[in-house]
């Protein structure tokens, strides 16, 4: 019967946090789909905001956009992303001047889009598992 | 009872998350969410709550800049995702500071937190005196004789009829500590006791000769509790 329980939690993937997951969704595995989905659309939207003010220098922007779509990542169990835009951030406040952000910008987008490619597909597998229990 | 609240939050995600734990918790009411710092002070300017859930940073003011401008002082829990404003969130006596993302069971925490304080401030305001710490003793003063409380920077001096104390402490948080029926906050660096004003004139009220001024903020309440006939 034990058994037969198990199986039915959802297990997330490899990279997201699980422990953390389960603690803050339960068995809602609705409401984490739920918010997969509207994670990807505002990291999406935000990145691209932020990638025209990174071409226009406007760093302190730049920084805002990141600390807003931050605790997202934490949303989707993908805690250690946050560390990495928490390390943007503070560059954003040491460095005044593009030239000096230009390598950190592009090294955080290719972290972020990697992040967003798998909460896109934790999303479908949240999706189909929505299905199957409906 | 339930808690009167409010959210302010820029992170539609996070407010979300929020309401859903308010609501299973079954102690909190959440009266509104507002992206930003300057409509939650519109809405808190006529509606009185009991706790804010309360963002750092957010397009235009902070939630210190909030609190800053509030004229009363209800309880916050800051809620933010940089650890680096708890220092900040200290200074500003705030019930508790949520890192985001935070689990249920942290949340249930913190409202433990504000119901500590809230029977505090319950039995602060039942007493007829408090006591402070001055000249390394402490000394009892009755609510009757305090006529002011002004601040020093790290300091605040207790002025009665009879003398002047200098303590180590702060405006912001002796507002949470006197009786809020008898004292309220008129300027940052004021609190002064109702009973004992002589008279109002534009912007300061008199208290024994002494002219205190009261700050565009807190005047619409400070004429609200007055009793004027």
């Known amino acids: 019967m034990l058994k037969g329980r198990q199986q039915e939690n959802y297990q997330f993937s490899i990279h997201f946090d699980q422990q953390f997951l389960t603690e803050l969704y339960g068995d809602d595995m609705r409401s984490a789909e739920e918010v997969f989905q509207s994670s990807i659309i505002q990291i999406h939207q935000e990145l691209e905001v932020a990638e025209t003010l990174f071409k226009k220098g406007n760093i302190t922007e730049v920084r805002k956009i990141f600390h807003r779509i931050k605790p997202l990542f934490g949303y989707v169990g993908l805690l250690p992303v946050q560390d990495y835009i928490q390390t943007f951030e503070d560059n954003c406040i040491h460095f005044r001047e593009i030239e000096g952000l230009a390598l950190a910008f592009e090294n955080l987008k290719v972290i972020i889009l990697d992040a967003s490619t798998k909460i896109s597909e934790e999303k479908n597998r949240l999706g189909d598992y929505n299905k199957r229990r409906a | 009872m339930k808690y009167s609240s409010i959210i302010v939050e820029d992170l539609q995600t996070a407010a979300d998350f929020l309401k859903k734990f308010c609501e299973r918790s079954g102690l909190v009411e959440v009266q509104g969410h507002f992206l930003n710092a300057e409509d939650a002070l519109i809405y808190l300017s006529e509606n009185l709550v009991d706790l804010i859930f309360l963002d750092v940073e957010m397009p235009g003011a902070t939630g210190f800049d909030l609190m800053d401008r509030l004229v009363y002082t209800p309880q916050v829990i800051l809620t933010t995702s940089k650890t680096e404003y708890a220092y900040d969130a200290f200074q500003y ?44 003793k402490l000394i009892r003063l009755k609510n009757d004789d305090i006529l002011f409380i002004e601040s020093m920077g790290d300091y605040v001096k207790f002025v009665t009829a009879e003398k002047k104390y200098i303590t180590h402490n702060t405006i912001k948080n002796l507002e949470t500590k006197v009786d809020p029926m008898r004292f309220m906050k008129v300027h940052r660096s004021y609190i002064v006791n109702l009973s004992r004003i002589d008279d109002i004139q534009e912007n300061s009220l008199y208290i024994k000769g002494t002219m205190i001024p009261i700050s565009k903020a807190h005047k619409a309440r400070v004429m609200q509790k007055l009793n004027i006939v």
């Open chain 2, 93 to 136: 006596n705030v019930t508790d500071y949520l890192k985001k993302p935070f689990t249920y069971q942290r949340f249930l925490e913190s409202l433990q937190k504000v119901q500590v304080k809230k029977e505090e401030e319950d039995s602060n305001s039942e007493r007829d005196h408090i006591f402070i710490k001055s000249d390394g």
